[in-house]
């Protein structure tokens, strides 16, 4: 999935690089019709945000990795979106952080299913969740409603990257605690979020995973701290701020 | 290519209709991937406009009616993307200003403009251009730069809708009037159009229709002030500022 004909100088490099890995994806049958339309409204929104990661993100991904290393069940909820564009950034993170991998999609087929977790495996996961869906988000039409018992079901802390607003505004009504990346900070997966990181995938998952690095020695305390620290409004009134800014 | 099955009444039924059809494209070999996600940013610009036909836009659509209607030889260049959203609705804009429709697509195969001609045909077109490719725009590498040397190789007004940045601004460089359809107002498109229009094609388009069906009967010197009376960066800087104000 690496792209050598794009050279890391090239002043569009990560926009290349992020259009070459979606556009795979679509060919390796993981991401959907829906997944390119998302990809194009997220392209909109860090288009707008001057495609960096503004300083609140970078605060709200340190406290998201707090949040993943302080957990008891933490689980990474992994899309078509996020498989074809950070497949093997999501394996590193829960590495970093002890988290559980849960492919859960929005428009569910087990052929989906299946390819996502072939592809993840290629990129060195082992241990995937998501076939077994034996467990329902409450709330929610039935496919929707599908996630592991000992996966996202069991989970008190749940990193959704790209979800949908109805399964966001559910899971957190479950009373999960949910770190939402979304390049809309007006939308209602972002609103709904008690860690809300309004940064692209490609920049803020690798972001996450250095912070959770530099905190892998910090006791209780220290985390809770960082986790107390943070407000959620503020983050996406900012984040808000500088998009419509000129 | 209608959509019985979502009513007219539904609050996001120009959102849902839109969605139907750009998926029915990709369905059909009509919209790629790249116009997927182009789909995507667009989404995400008309979010922010309000998913509204801004008063500057609706000048813009009637300053754009004029200028077809007093042109020597007016094109309407149709992309994936336009043939899958407003097939019929092109085709009438066609016919209300006496324009030819010529097929021309970023992404060029054969076996895709085969396609959208086919489907432009299934909505009322007659005689549609793209296909003899045996012009050249100046200063495009060779795929891109194919147009029939009697459409807009002819053209003295086009009308570019959701066209890319590279071509909008060879095209303007070769002293066309460029009549332009696209959400980004800070895109190169719109920057380089004569007449940018920032609104929604599926909005855009009948408006234009409707406006040049007023106009039929005006003058040459009425449409010449309609014309005259026109500031691109006006209507640019205020669909910017509709975008960025809360």
Redesign the interface.
Known sequence: MSSPEIPKSHPRYESLLT?HR??AG?DRGITS?QG??????????D??LGEETIDSAEEAERVAAAHLLRADHPVLSVNGNVAALTPREIVELAEATGSDIEVNLFNRTEGRIERIVEHLREHGASDIKGKTADGRIPGLDHERAKVDADGIGAADVVLVPLEDGDRAEALASMGKTELVIDL?PMSRSAQSAAVPIVDNLIRAIPNMTEHARSLADADGDELDSIVDSFDPKTALSDA?RRI???
Chains 1, 2 share one sequence.
């Open positions: 259009r979606i556009e679509v019709k390119l339309i998302a990809q194009g409204r997220g392209e909109a929104f288009y707008l809309n808000e419509r800014e000129e």
